[in-house]
């Protein structure tokens, strides 16, 4: 099995891309391109590009393709998405509250999916709103750190997954390139050295807000 080079997985992102709005693209591509040239550069007011109509909503498109259940709050993305009205409501709401900082991040719905062995997969829901903000930080913060990813980084990419690691790790052992198994799920760059604070409001509320059976 071909495991995707870097630049590779940055291609097979193309046509997630080619569907955010022209400003949003052009956006990450900025923020990518000041990553690579400047290895130590630190990112400020990241948290007020979290908070721009077009990243939320192209935040709320990426969560309402991908279905999902609703959350402890038990609001669907069908009831979020039944009008223009509804959505633009749901989307304004979002944006206020993070703008004014009063966004917190509620509980996460706890679900128990059986396994092939008999046991149970502990799996956590967030509502529809804190998937929309989740979503809109990772569209932010997403072209900064895969500027920093090296070829043997997998984990949390786009374009790559723990099978693509796993692979990689067979065939370096049927090469006898043993050092080569050390794969990094993070780049070497860190959150704090390339970013400052102010947008972990958000991440620190997600850790915080805690799981409901």
């Given at each position: 099995?071909?495991?995707?080079?870097?630049?590779?997985?940055?291609?097979?992102?193309?046509?997630?891309?080619?569907?955010?709005?022209?400003?949003?693209?052009?956006?990450?591509?900025?923020?990518?391109?000041?990553?690579?040239?400047?290895?130590?550069?630190?990112?400020?007011?990241?948290?007020?590009?979290?908070?721009?109509?077009?990243?939320?909503?192209?935040?709320?498109?990426?969560?309402?393709?991908n279905h999902?259940?609703?959350?402890?709050?038990?609001?669907?993305?069908d009831q979020?998405?039944?009008?223009?009205?509804?959505?633009?409501?749901?989307?304004?709401?979002?944006?206020?509250?993070?703008?004014?900082?009063?966004?917190?991040?509620?509980?996460?719905?706890?679900?128990?999916?059986?396994?092939?062995?008999?046991?149970?997969?502990?799996?956590?829901?967030?509502?529809?709103?804190?998937?929309?903000?989740?979503?809109?930080?990772?569209?932010?913060?997403?072209?900064?750190?895969?500027?920093?990813?090296?070829?043997?980084?997998?984990?949390?990419?786009?374009?790559?997954?723990?099978?693509?690691?796993?692979?990689?790790?067979?065939?370096?052992?049927?090469?006898?390139?043993?050092?080569?198994?050390?794969?990094?799920?993070?780049p070497a760059?860190?959150?704090?050295?390339?970013?400052?604070?102010?947008?972990?409001?958000?991440?620190?509320?997600?850790?915080?807000?805690?799981?409901?059976?």
């Open positions: 099995m071909k495991i995707p080079t870097t630049e590779e997985a940055v291609e097979e992102t193309s046509f997630r891309e080619a569907i955010l709005p022209p400003s949003l693209r052009e956006l990450r591509q900025k923020l990518g391109r000041k990553a690579k040239q400047e290895k130590r550069f630190r990112f400020y007011s990241l948290y007020g590009l979290v908070c721009r109509g077009d990243v939320l909503g192209a935040a709320w498109a990426a969560v309402r393709r999902g259940a609703p959350g402890v709050d038990q609001v669907s993305i979020v998405g039944a009008t223009p009205e509804s959505e633009a409501a749901f989307l304004g709401e979002i944006e206020s509250s993070l703008k004014e900082k009063t966004y917190r991040a509620q509980a996460v719905r706890r679900v128990y999916l059986p396994k092939a062995n008999g046991k149970l997969r502990p799996l956590g829901i967030p509502t529809v709103r804190d998937r929309v903000v989740q979503a809109a930080v990772l569209l932010i913060l997403e072209p900064i750190f895969e500027a920093d990813f090296e070829d043997c980084s997998y984990g949390f990419r786009p374009g790559r997954s723990a099978h693509d690691a796993l692979s990689a790790i067979h065939q370096h052992l049927k090469e006898g390139r043993a050092g080569g198994c050390m794969m990094r799920t993070w760059t860190s959150t704090a050295s390339r970013t400052t604070s102010s947008w972990r409001v958000c991440g620190c509320g997600w850790w915080m807000a805690g799981c409901w059976d």
